[in-house]
């Protein structure tokens, strides 16, 4: 057997949540199938809140987050965009660490595998592991119009149907990457806020963020990260509540419910 060569970063998955998600039955199951099936090398909640919370599961952590901390808040504070990083648990970790964080809305099918084990310890500073959304050509442009936009699109956004739009839900980076991310866009978030009704605007400013500056994009299969947002890909079957994509139980079954 030839042995996996790999970097020993350590790989984090983390889900955010605030009191009221906590009690979300979706959140729920995620964790159950994370003490069950993980074997990431720590998995994390990370709370907003200043609340004393406690999981059932001794292989999850909790990792608070002062609500305080946030300067862009979204309208369902959600933190994805990296201000997940506030959390003093996460001075603990290099800069190469990997974090993958995910929506809450998930199930975690089975282990990682030996080949999505070496993509991830080997990320480095500007690799982004994102899946696809709508489609592996899904743009911008055609995200900008389903987020109920509240005008034209401004011009400093021309270029937008030449970028891809991909699905937040589940994104790969290392701590150094995700610092980077959560930086600019604090420094962009004033500029879309406005422009959507929708709250998925978070998960639009991070893909234009990465599509237009230096970012390596690596995109994941669909057999890492399957959703329902839209019609599931040909190939995706789902046998008794087990998802699978070309006969591979897939990895992050998400919002299948």
């Known amino acids: 057997m030839v042995q996996q060569e790999y970097k020993m970063n350590k790989i984090i998955l983390s889900v955010g949540a605030d009191d009221r998600y906590l009690q979300n039955p979706h959140l729920k199951n995620y964790f159950k199938s994370i003490s069950q099936n993980s074997n990431f090398d720590e998995n994390a909640l990370v709370y907003l809140g200043n609340n004393e919370v406690q999981l059932d599961y001794e292989n999850i952590k909790v990792f608070k987050v002062n609500p305080e901390s946030i300067v862009k808040k979204?309208?369902?504070?959600?933190?994805?965009?990296?201000?997940?990083?506030?959390?003093?648990n996460f001075d603990n970790y290099s800069d190469s660490d990997i974090i993958v964080f995910t929506d809450g809305d998930m199930t975690l099918q089975?282990?990682?595998?030996?080949?999505?084990?070496?993509?991830?310890?080997?990320l480095?500073?500007?690799d982004v592991y994102i899946g696809y959304n709508q489609s592996p050509n899904d743009t911008l442009v055609n995200e900008y119009f389903r987020l109920q936009p509240t005008q034209h699109i401004p011009e400093m956004f021309n270029n937008i149907g030449k970028i891809k739009v991909y699905n937040t839900g589940v994104v790969g980076m290392n701590k150094k990457t995700w610092n980077k991310l959560k930086n600019r866009y604090i420094e962009l978030y004033d500029s879309i806020n406005q422009l959507f009704r929708h709250y998925a605007k978070q998960q639009w400013l991070i893909c234009y963020?990465?599509?237009?500056?230096?970012?390596?994009i690596i995109e994941m299969g669909y057999e890492v990260h399957?959703?329902?947002?839209?019609?599931?890909?040909?190939?995706?079957?789902?046998?008794?509540?087990?998802?699978?994509y070309n006969g591979e139980t897939v990895l992050f079954k998400h919002r299948w419910f």
């Open 209 to 216: 963020i990465i599509g237009t500056e230096k970012y390596n």
């Open 124 to 126: 480095n500073d500007d």
């Open 110 to 122: 089975r282990n990682l595998n030996e080949n999505e084990i070496k993509i991830l310890r080997n």
């Open 74 to 88: 979204n309208s369902n504070n959600c933190i994805q965009h990296g201000e997940f990083l506030n959390s003093k």
């Open 226 to 244: 399957n959703h329902t947002h839209y019609p599931s890909p040909i190939g995706t079957t789902n046998e008794n509540g087990l998802v699978k």
